[in-house]
């Protein structure tokens, strides 16, 4: 085998993306020492974005304190790749659900300011070039807070400034844009956004997702309407229509905000990830594609990670092994063209033993090396 080339998600919980594929590479090497081994780091739109694309542009950590969902400050960071144009945001690492605890969610008063903040930021650093992860908000504001902070002001019928949180969305009558960051007219912003719901209605922000944040019924219908409000105001001063836009209910309306004040481009987190760093260019003239996830199954060909590196690969017509912790739907699997199909657990063990991290990295090392010896004999 000349080239291989390995994308493996990272299995949550027990090993990143690059410790899976440095596990793997080590199976190959056994079988073929002299192969070439690329071994790309892989996400979704949502946790593990940043590390994936600041290690794929060589870039830096920027850390500092921003506003939490509850406008409390707290350390947190962004990436700016190495050229210094492009930064690298995670809404969920200043606005993510992890950061408030169970008894204080509250998408009524839960913001995305610090979000703004971390934006201004890179504004303030010379970045021009935006790359915004938007899974696992906390929030349900539309992406005013993180306007907030990049200092538009949301004004009430009377004309007096408006607070924080989604709670605010249903005043909201004027948009004040005469304070707005002046960098932002020659910002461009990249979205990864796997969800298509529309701003509101029933598949709309707040009725699919505003409960998990911790709204009751009472809050999501209020939520609901203020979302509904709000994209008629946004349509009367910008001429915008978000209402339907496909994501423009993702991560609590924020979608929505970023695609009508800040012009941005919404992607499937996969694409812009396998855009960013240089997929297609990479794999060519590779004999081997390795990638996987904690848990395979009929969603994964439903854009998830490996499919997306599947169907890349069926253009250069590479074939695609896919690895996972556990394997259901298998049949399907194999007739969306993964090749094989293989789970990196020997035998009956328990979760824990399972999610060792040494102990997985062992299995896909021995895996990855009998399925190469495999290969090797029709070499």
Do not use: W
């Amino acid at each position: 085998m000349r080239k291989a080339v390995i994308a493996i998600d990272s299995f949550k919980g027990c090993m990143t993306s690059m410790e899976a594929g440095q596990a793997a590479a080590e199976g190959i090497r056994r079988i073929f020492p002299s192969c070439e081994i690329i071994i790309l780091p892989v996400a979704d739109g949502g946790e593990g974005l940043l590390p994936v694309l600041v290690s794929a542009t060589k870039g830096n950590y920027i850390s500092l304190s921003a506003h939490g969902p509850l406008m409390e400050m707290t350390e947190t960071h962004y990436g700016i790749s190495g050229n210094g144009q492009t930064a690298i945001i995670e809404m969920a690492a200043i606005s993510g659900l992890p950061l408030v605890s169970t008894g204080q969610r509250n998408p009524m008063l839960a913001t995305t300011f610090g979000t703004g903040e971390l934006i201004k930021d890179a504004l303030e650093r010379g970045c021009r070039d935006f790359i915004i992860g938007i899974g696992g908000s906390a929030t349900n504001d539309a992406g005013l807070g993180m306007l907030q902070a990049l200092g538009f002001r949301f004004l009430d019928q009377s004309g007096k400034i408006l607070g924080t949180g989604g709670q605010i969305m249903e005043a909201v009558a004027n948009i004040d844009i005469s304070n707005i960051h002046p960098a932002l007219k020659e910002a461009r912003f990249t979205v990864a956004c796997d969800v298509n719901n529309p701003f509101h209605g029933p598949n709309g922000a707040a009725c699919v997702f505003a409960r998990q944040k911790g709204a009751d019924n009472a809050m999501i219908q209020k939520l609901n309407a203020g979302m509904k409000s709000l994209a008629e105001v946004i349509k009367r001063v910008t001429g915008k229509d978000i209402a339907n836009s496909p994501g423009a209910g993702a991560a609590g309306g924020m979608g929505g905000g970023l695609l009508a004040f800040l012009n941005a481009e919404l992607k499937p987190g996969t694409e812009l990830l396998l855009e960013a760093i240089d997929f297609r260019e990479n794999i060519k003239g590779a004999s081997l594609i390795i990638t996987g996830e904690g848990k395979a199954d009929r969603q994964t060909a439903m854009g998830k990670v490996p499919y997306g590196i599947l169907t890349e690969a069926q253009k250069e017509h590479i074939p695609v092994i896919l690895l996972a912790g556990s394997i259901e739907d298998a049949s399907e699997l194999n007739e969306a063209g993964f090749k094989g199909i293989f789970s990196i657990t020997p035998g009956p063990i328990t979760l824990e033993k399972a999610m060792e991290p040494e102990y997985a990295k062992e299995n896909i090392s021995r895996l990855v090396s009998q399925l190469c010896s495999v290969i090797a004999s029709f070499d």
